[in-house]
């Protein structure tokens, strides 16, 4: 067990026997009497590391052989740029949908290099849920559809898909391997891996294949996904000790029964703890029923004296990780793959204890 329950957002909570493997590993890989941050990425060993990683995500994410899987540097940050730079092509425009600050953060982008439909927003009501397909005012010219399918900072997480004819590229970050998806419905997907895959400083990118050729010829070569994929990820150099944490991540995810069995477990944890949410009036869980996140949950005391107690007295009980962020404040639970159902019963049990203590 770890020393502590780690709720982190991002970097997270990491699966105790992966880091026990990289332990072992770190000095030397696999009889090659190297680190594998030595090794060159163009050796033999470097490529069936990146090559069992990406297999690995193909493997549980039944990833078709339509679609791409990329490693990239620059987080999922970068890809709120590359995304709008290599997919709408000149004078064209793209539908996004607004969730909260990670989906605003690509609409920004995305504005600054061309145009932006904003097909729905839920500014107005606080960002408390996703929308209803039936809401989204969709153009028919759009390139694609962007959605933030898990808002990280306000717990907001998506359940259906709305029926395009774009493409939809989705932001899932801090939901990939949580849940089981149909990649064939995505154009693309993105993901910086330090939520549930690995550690920061690396993003992967699951594209369709025959998106990758739409690019300008003005974008940059290192931008575009076309060079990444002529190049199976070592155009440059990649984070290659990032990729084998993801590969080792992939090992672990497989170990655990895949991401079906894993899903199961996420629904537990996340019920489990909402359900100590609605219990009382003490608890406030801003984001509506149906949009509730499974991996970010995220709540409010009556004042922000009384927040700042729970964070610090549940410090004291071994609990890390839970203040909410900086731009929202109020408290938040990360509940990624990586954390185990006893740190969820724990907090559960933390909070019964300090409503009686402070209610
Ligand atoms: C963390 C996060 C990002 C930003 O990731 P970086 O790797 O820091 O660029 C973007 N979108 C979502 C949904 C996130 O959770």
Known sequence: ???????????????????????????????????????????????????????????L?????????LFLQGGASLQFAMVP???????KSADYVDTGVWASKAIREAQITGRVNVAWSGQ?????????????????????????????IGGVQWTGLPETEAPIVADMSSEILSRVIDVSRFGLIYAGTQKNLGPSGLAIVIIRKDLAERAPKD??????????IADGSLYNTPNTWGVYMVRLICDWTEAQGGVRTIQELNEKKAAALYAALDSSSFWLCPVEKESRSTM????????????????????????????????SGGIRASIYNAVPPEAVDTLVSFMKEFERRNG
């Open 219 to 228: 974008v940059p070569i290192i931008l575009r996904y076309s060079t990444h």
């Open 85 to 91: 730079m290599n997919l709408r092509r000149p004078g």
């Open 61 to 69: 994410l039944r990833v078709p052989e339509t679609h791409a899987i």
């Open 1 to 59: 067990m770890a020393s502590v329950f780690n709720f982190n957002a991002g970097p997270a909570a990491m699966p105790r026997a992966v880091l026990e493997k990289a332990q072992i590993e770190l000095m030397e890989n696999a009889g090659t009497g190297m680190s594998v941050m030595e090794m060159s990425h163009r050796s033999k060993e470097f490529r069936e590391i990146i090559d069992n990683a990406a297999s690995g995500v193909r493997r």
């Open 296 to 327: 970010n949950v995220v709540w409010r005391l009556s004042s922000e004296a009384l927040e700042d107690r729970f964070v610090t007295d549940a410090e004291k009980e071994g609990l890390f990780g839970l203040r909410g962020h900086r731009i």
């Open 124 to 152: 107005e009501d606080g960002y408390s849920r996703a929308p209803k397909p039936s809401e989204l005012s969709l153009r028919s010219d759009a390139e694609y559809l962007h959605i933030c399918s898990n808002e990280t």
